[in-house]
C-alpha cells in the first residue's frame, strides 16, 4: 500500500482531495481508492513509464542558465487533478467573461475611441506608461476584435476554495501542448484508471486553435486561409510547443526569413514559388516581429510586416500591444473593466491587489506590509517579490521607501495561501501547492479549451510552481457531466 | 508663408540587393498652425506605397522593393502654408507642473525615453541651466534651451544615433537632433513635459550652413556646464538637414538605415499647451519651420527608417529643397545637399540570442 498523506488539520491552505477532517471528499473518491492500491514499487514503476513515454517523444522544456544541459524532460506528476463538472461550468462562464472584456479593451485602447480611459475606468496614464502598450499597434484592426486569439489565465484557489485570477497571460501564453502530452501519458501508465469516470476530452485543441485562426483570416483571404507558426527558432524554450501546435493543426512552421512581403502582402517561400499567408500565428515578441518598424536588429521577423498587418492582407496572432493588458498594473482593474464593457459582476475574482497609485489604498497597505505580497509590476518569474510575513523590519522598510520613490511600480496583494494535492513525493503521495492555467480561445466567439495546465510546486511548503524552476505538472481532469459519457482520449 | 518642399532620397547600392522595405515619415502635418495643399510620393522603380498615420498622428508611407535594385529613388512633393506662430505664453508657476492631472496628462513626455536618459551629469547641466531663473515654466524652457548652445557646439557629422545624453555633454559637440535630445533631457529632468519635433527649415538667404570645420570648438573635457563651444555655439546662423546616421544592424543583412531631416522641441507649459522652440538656432521657431510630427524622441518620428537585403554597401542621398514660390528668385535658397554612407555594424546578438530571449509566457 502506498502511503497517501492527507493534509495537516493545521494547514491554512485548501486541500483539493480531503476536507478539514480528513475525510477524502466525493470527487476523489475513485481516485483515492485506486490509488491506495498501488504500492510504492508500483507506482514507481508507472512513473517510470510516463518519463520513459516522455523522453522518447523529445516532449522537453529549456532551463535557461542550467550549465547542465538546457533541455529536461517534462516533468508530470502521476496523481491527477480533478474538477467536477459544475465547477468548470461557473470557470469557464468566467473566463470567457474576462477574456471578452479584455479583448474589448485592447480594441478600445488600439483600434477604438479610449472609452474606458476617457470614462475613467483605467487611468489614460496607467496605459501610455504600460511597457506592453505598443504605439505602433496603432490602428491594426483584427477581424472579431480578437486581439487575444490564444490567452492562458493563471487561476489559483485560496483558503475558502474559491478560484481567484492571479494572473492573465495574453501574449504568447505556452503549456497548451503538455495539456494534451500529459492526457497521453496518463492514458500510457494508468490505461484502466478511466473506468471510474468520465473525462472531457483533450484532444480537440488542434482543431478548434486552427478553426480560431482560420476565422481571424483577412476578408479577402477565401475559404482555406494559409496559416503558418511562426516560431524564433530551435534555441527557444518552447521550440517543441511550437513544432508540436504546427502538426496538430496541419499547418506550416515557419521561421522570419522563410516569409518575405511584396507589396504589403506577406508570401511563403516555397519551392513552388510564393504563395500568400493570411494568418500568422507568432511565438516571437512584438519588438522583435519587423525590424523595419521595431528593433532594427531582429534577425528573426519579416521586414515590412507591420505594413502588411496595416494594410489589412494578413493578421497576426496574438495580435501586437497586448502587454498592456496584462501589465500587473492593470490587473487590478480587470474587474471593473467587466463592468464596464459587458455590464456583468465578475464571476471569478481576482486575487485582491491594491493600487500603490492611489494614496488611499498605499496608506491602507502600508498599515498591514507584514500580512501582504509586494510585486514590482515590470519583473516576472518571481523576482522581486516580498512576501510580508517572512520579510524582516529592514526589508519592509526598504520596499515601502520603494514603493513611495516609484508608486508606478508596485502592487500589493493579499497572500494566497495555494490550494494543495497529492503529489509523488519520495514513494509518498503527499500535499504539495498547485495553480491552474486553463487557455482561452478567441475567433468568432470565445471558448475555453478543456481543463487546462496544472503546475505544482514539488518542494514541500512551495509556493513556486514555475517548471524552470522544479515545477511539476498534472494530468488536468475534467468531469463530464453526469449521464453524458464521452471518451477519455 | 507659402512653401515648397521636395524630398529626394536616392539609395544607391554597389551591389543590386533586393527585399527593401522602409517607412517614410517626411509628409508635413496639418494642424492649426500649418495646412498641407498637396502632397506627393513617387518612387522609381515604381512600387505600391501604402499611406497610414501613426499613434502620433504622423503621416506614414510604407514602401518596399522586392526585386533585385540596385537603385531606390523616393520622391515627396509638399505645398504647406504656415501661419506666424502665437504670442509667448503667459508666465506660469512652477508649482503647476507638480499637478497630478498635468503630470498625468503628459506621462509620455516626462519619461526617459529610448534617446533621452538622463543621470547626474544630465541633472547638474540642467540645474545650472536654470539657476538664477524666475518662478515661471517658460523662463526656465527658454533658459534650457538657450543653454543648450552653450554645452553642445554644432558640428555635422560629429555623433551617431546610439550617443547618449552624457556622452554629448562629454563630447561637446553634436547634430540638431542632438542640440532637441538634450534640451528634451534636460527640461523632463526638472520636470517639464518636452517632445521632439520632427521638420524642415526653410534657411532665407540671409542666413548661411555650417560647412566649416574651423568653426567646432574641441570638445570640453569633463562636461562641466559652460565650458566648449561657449557664447560662440549660437552664431551659426540656421542649420538645416544634416546628418546621416546608421543604426545598428545585424551582421547577416537586412542592413538598417536612417536619414534625418531638422528637428526641434516643444515644452509642454501650465495653461497653455505645447510651446516650441528651435535649440540649434537660437530658441525661436517661426513660420519657416514645417512640423512633419513629433514623439519622444527621435525614434517615434525618423523620416526613413529602412532595412534591405544584401551585403552591399549603400550610398544614401538625401537633399531637401525648399522654396517660397511667391518670393523673389533671389531668395530661394540653394538646395541644402548632404551626402553620407550606410555602415554595416554587427548586431551584438546572436541570433540563438534573440532566439532564446522570446518570452514564452
Known amino acids: 500500500m502506498a502511503e497517501l498523506q492527507r493534509s495537516d488539520a493545521d494547514q491554512l491552505a485548501y486541500d483539493e482531495a480531503f476536507d478539514r477532517d480528513g475525510n477524502v471528499r466525493p470527487l476523489y473518491a475513485a481516485i483515492v481508492e485506486r490509488f491506495s492500491n498501488f504500492d510504492a514499487a508500483e507506482l514507481r514503476r508507472r512513473e517510470g513509464i510516463i518519463e520513459e513515454e516522455f523522453r522518447r517523444q523529445g516532449i522537453t522544456f529549456t532551463v535557461y542558465g542550467d550549465s547542465q544541459g538546457t533541455e529536461r524532460t517534462w516533468p508530470m506528476d502521476l496523481f491527477p487533478r480533478l474538477i467536477a463538472a459544475t465547477e468548470w461550468q461557473e470557470i469557464e462562464r468566467g473566463l470567457a467573461q474576462r477574456v471578452t472584456a479584455l479583448n474589448r479593451f485592447l480594441a478600445d485602447i488600439y483600434t477604438g475611441e479610449g472609452a474606458a480611459m476617457a470614462d475613467g475606468v483605467v487611468p489614460a496614464w496607467l496605459v501610455q506608461s504600460s511597457d506592453g502598450f505598443e504605439r505602433n499597434a496603432f490602428g491594426v484592426s483584427v477581424p472579431h476584435d480578437a486581439h487575444c486569439v490564444i490567452a492562458g489565465i493563471d487561476l489559483v484557489r485560496d483558503a475558502e476554495g474559491q478560484y481567484r485570477v492571479l494572473e492573465d497571460n495574453l501574449r504568447n501564453p505556452s503549456g497548451i501542448s503538455y495539456v494534451i502530452e500529459n492526457r497521453a501519458a496518463m492514458t500510457r501508465a494508468f490505461p484502466r484508471v478511466w473506468e471510474d469516470h468520465t473525462v472531457e476530452p483533450v484532444s480537440q485543441y488542434g482543431r478548434m486553435l486552427r478553426t480560431a485562426l482560420e476565422s481571424v483570416a483577412p476578408t479577402g483571404a477565401g475559404d482555406k486561409p494559409l496559416i503558418v507558426i511562426l516560431t524564433p527558432g530551435i534555441y527557444n524554450s518552447a521550440y517543441f510547443e511550437h513544432a508540436f501546435l504546427a502538426r496538430e493543426m496541419g499547418v506550416e512552421l515557419v521561421e522570419g526569413p522563410d516569409l518575405v512581403v511584396d507589396e504589403h502582402v506577406v508570401y511563403l517561400r516555397t519551392i513552388e514559388g510564393l504563395v500568400p499567408v493570411d494568418v500568422i500565428y507568432r511565438r516571437i515578441d512584438d519588438t522583435f516581429l519587423d525590424p523595419v518598424s521595431f528593433r532594427p536588429d531582429s534577425t528573426l521577423g519579416v521586414p515590412g510586416l507591420l505594413g502588411a498587418m496595416r494594410a489589412g492582407t494578413v493578421t497576426v496572432c496574438n495580435a501586437v500591444g497586448n502587454g498592456v493588458a496584462d501589465d500587473k498594473a492593470i490587473h487590478p482593474y480587470v474587474t471593473d473593466l467587466i463592468r464596464y464593457y459587458l455590464g456583468e459582476e465578475p464571476i471569478l475574482p481576482n486575487v485582491e491587489t491594491y493600487v500603490m497609485w492611489e494614496p488611499d489604498q498605499r496608506e491602507a497597505a502600508f498599515e498591514r506590509l507584514d500580512e501582504l505580497v509586494i510585486k514590482p509590476v515590470g519583473e516576472s518569474g518571481g523576482y522581486g517579490i516580498v512576501i510580508g510575513r517572512n520579510a524582516t523590519d529592514e526589508e519592509l522598510a526598504n520596499a515601502r521607501a520603494e514603493i513611495e520613490a516609484d508608486p508606478r511600480n508596485w502592487v500589493v496583494q493579499e497572500v494566497v495561501e495555494l490550494s494543495t494535492l497529492a503529489s509523488m513525493c519520495d514513494d509518498v503521495l503527499e500535499p504539495r501547492h498547485l495553480d491552474l492555467r486553463p487557455f482561452v480561445i478567441t475567433g468568432e466567439r470565445t471558448q475555453v479549451f478543456p481543463g487546462g495546465l496544472t503546475r505544482v510546486a514539488m518542494r514541500k511548503g512551495s509556493l513556486i510552481v514555475n517548471s524552470s524552476q522544479g515545477g511539476g505538472s498534472k494530468d488536468t481532469w475534467v468531469l463530464a457531466p453526469q449521464g453524458e459519457t464521452q471518451a477519455a482520449t | ?361
Open chain 2, 1 to 361: 508663408m507659402r512653401l515648397d518642399i521636395a524630398y529626394r532620397l536616392h539609395f544607391a547600392y554597389a551591389e543590386p540587393v533586393s527585399e527593401s522595405q522602409n517607412e517614410i515619415r517626411v509628409r508635413p502635418r496639418d494642424d492649426l498652425r500649418q495646412q498641407v495643399l498637396s502632397y506627393r510620393l513617387t518612387t522609381t522603380p515604381a512600387t505600391r506605397v501604402l499611406q497610414t498615420r501613426d499613434y502620433f498622428g504622423t503621416t506614414v508611407d510604407h514602401l518596399g522593393m522586392r526585386a533585385s535594385h540596385d537603385d531606390l529613388l523616393v520622391v515627396a512633393e509638399a505645398s504647406v502654408e504656415t501661419t506666424p506662430t502665437d504670442s509667448a505664453p503667459a508666465p506660469a508657476s512652477c508649482e503647476r507642473l507638480g499637478d497630478q492631472q498635468f503630470v498625468n496628462e503628459h506621462v509620455e513626455y516626462l519619461a526617459p525615453s529610448q534617446h533621452v536618459q538622463w543621470g547626474e551629469l544630465v541633472n547638474e547641466v540642467a540645474s545650472w541651466a536654470v539657476r538664477g531663473a524666475a518662478d515661471d515654466v517658460c523662463e526656465r524652457v527658454q533658459a534650457v534651451v538657450q543653454a543648450v548652445p552653450t554645452v553642445l557646439t554644432y558640428e555635422r557629422g560629429s555623433t551617431t544615433i546610439g550617443v547618449t545624453l552624457e556622452e554629448l555633454i562629454d563630447g561637446g559637440r553634436g547634430v540638431c537632433q542632438d542640440f532637441a535630445h538634450l534640451a528634451v533631457g534636460m527640461l523632463r529632468c526638472i520636470g517639464i513635459p518636452a517632445r521632439y519635433v520632427s521638420g524642415y527649415l526653410f534657411a532665407l538667404d540671409e542666413t548661411r550652413l555650417d560647412e566649416g570645420p574651423g568653426e567646432s570648438a574641441p570638445a570640453a573635457g569633463d562636461g562641466a556646464p559652460g565650458s566648449g563651444a561657449g557664447a560662440d555655439g549660437n552664431s551659426h546662423g540656421l542649420v538645416g538637414e544634416d546628418v546621416f546616421t546608421p543604426e545598428r544592424a545585424p551582421a547577416a543583412s537586412p542592413a538598417a538605415i536612417s536619414v534625418q531631416t531638422h528637428a526641434w522641441i516643444e515644452a509642454a507649459v501650465p495653461g497653455y499647451g505645447w510651446h516650441a522652440l528651435d535649440p540649434t538656432n537660437g530658441g525661436s521657431v517661426s513660420e519657416r519651420h514645417v512640423v512633419i510630427g513629433y514623439g519622444r524622441d527621435y525614434n517615434d518620428v525618423p523620416p526613413v527608417r529602412g532595412v534591405f537585403n544584401g551585403s552591399a554597401d549603400a550610398k544614401v542621398d538625401a537633399e531637401v529643397i525648399i522654396a517660397q514660390p511667391t518670393a523673389p528668385v533671389s531668395m530661394v535658397t540653394e538646395p541644402i545637399r548632404r551626402q553620407a554612407r550606410v555602415a554595416v555594424s554587427p548586431s551584438t546578438d546572436t541570433s540563438a540570442q534573440q532566439q532564446a530571449a522570446q518570452q514564452q509566457q
